[in-house]
């Protein structure tokens, strides 16, 4: 019952960290740059941040790219943040899958713009069966919009014969949930110092570490993320071993 994803009965192994990116405004900002252009430098970091997971012990990484909030900016932001994610998704989806990154896309398509859909079920269909690294990128994602369509999967399930309500639990939450398969989080990182959670990964941080730091996202790389997962005693040291 609980097993539609077919990849749940898998023992996960390695970490799942997962990235609220925040500060690219402000670093553009700085800069006297419009906004864009910090989603730019973001996007080269989100890149960078990706690269290094396998050496650093991070199986799966999740990266919050646009809540369902975000939709309350410019049409002009919104509008080059979506030309970024399509740019982003054609640049880099070759080196990807020969990474053996795994890619999936949480939140709520229906929404985004068809050309964009499309990249992102082919970068899915390419990455499916690599096992690397298990990136997941939550586009159109909130917390509670997910368990809100989880719940309504479950309804009809119920609705349907398929589901008694009295055999809810964890379990079937977890497989009707965007990201199911995939672990909880051990560790959630947000930068720019803002200390909230904005409505990311509402049911699977129940048990996370919380870690904020300053740095604006397009200042973020490898050694701020190595030093984050050092702080939580964290890190794999596997010393070139396996
Ligand atoms: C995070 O940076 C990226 C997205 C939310 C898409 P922001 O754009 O929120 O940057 P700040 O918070 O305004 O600095
Ligand atoms: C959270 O950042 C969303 C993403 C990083 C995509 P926001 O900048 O949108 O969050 P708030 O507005 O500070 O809560
Ligand atoms: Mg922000």
Same mark, same amino acid.
């Given at each position: 019952?609980?097993?539609?994803?077919?990849?749940?009965?898998?023992?996960?192994?390695?970490?799942?960290?997962?990235?609220?990116?925040?500060?690219?405004?402000?670093?553009?900002?700085?800069?006297?740059?419009?906004?864009?252009?910090?989603?730019?430098?973001?996007?080269?970091?989100?890149?960078?941040?990706?690269e290094?997971?396998?050496?650093?012990?991070?199986?799966?990484?999740?990266?919050?790219?646009?809540?369902?909030?975000?939709?309350?900016?410019?049409?002009?932001?919104?509008?080059?943040?979506?030309?970024?994610?399509?740019?982003?998704?054609?640049?880099?989806?070759?080196?990807?899958?020969?990474?053996?990154?795994?890619?999936?896309?949480?939140?709520?398509?229906?929404?985004?713009?068809?050309?964009?859909?499309?990249?992102?079920?082919e970068?899915?269909? %390419?990455?499916? *069966?690599?096992?690397?690294?298990?990136?997941?990128? &939550? @586009?159109?994602?909130? #917390?509670?919009? /997910?368990?809100?369509?989880?719940?309504?999967?479950?309804?009809?399930?119920?609705?349907?014969?398929?589901?008694?309500?009295?055999?809810?639990?964890?379990?079937?939450?977890?497989?009707?949930?965007?990201?199911a398969?995939?672990?909880?989080?051990?560790?959630?990182?947000?930068?720019?110092?803002?200390?909230?959670?904005?409505?990311?990964?509402t049911?699977?941080?129940?048990?996370?570490?919380?870690?904020?730091?300053?740095? %604006?996202?397009? *200042?973020?790389?490898?050694?701020?993320?190595?030093? &984050? @997962?050092?702080?939580? #005693?964290l890190? /794999?040291?596997?010393?070139g071993?396996?």
């Amino acid at each position: 019952m609980n097993d539609q994803s077919g990849i749940d009965s898998e023992k996960p192994n390695g970490l799942h960290v997962a990235f609220i990116m925040d500060g690219n405004g402000r670093w553009a900002k700085a800069r006297r740059r419009p906004r864009p252009f910090g989603h730019q430098a973001g996007a080269k970091r989100t890149r960078e941040v990706v690269e290094a997971c396998p050496d650093l012990g991070v199986k799966y990484v999740t990266l919050y790219a646009f809540s369902t909030e975000n939709w309350k900016r410019s049409r002009a932001e919104i509008t080059a943040l979506m030309a970024l994610f399509r740019y982003t998704i054609r640049k880099t989806a070759r080196d990807l899958h020969a990474e053996g990154a795994r890619v999936r896309f949480i939140g709520d398509r229906a929404p985004l713009d068809k050309k964009l859909i499309k990249l992102m079920n082919e970068l899915e269909e %390419l990455t499916r *069966d690599n096992d690397r690294v298990h990136v997941t990128v &939550a @586009l159109n994602y909130g #917390g509670r919009d /997910e368990i809100l369509r989880a719940t309504r999967k479950m309804a009809e399930a119920v609705k349907a014969g398929e589901l008694e309500p009295a055999e809810i639990s964890e379990d079937t939450m977890h497989d009707y949930l965007d990201t199911a398969g995939l672990p909880d989080p051990d560790l959630v990182v947000r930068t720019s110092g803002e200390s909230r959670t904005s409505n990311f990964l509402t049911w699977q941080t129940a048990y996370a570490e919380f870690e904020f730091t300053d740095t %604006l996202w397009p *200042d973020f790389g490898k050694e701020q993320f190595a030093e &984050a @997962l050092d702080k939580f #005693g964290l890190r /794999e040291r596997r010393y070139g071993g396996v």
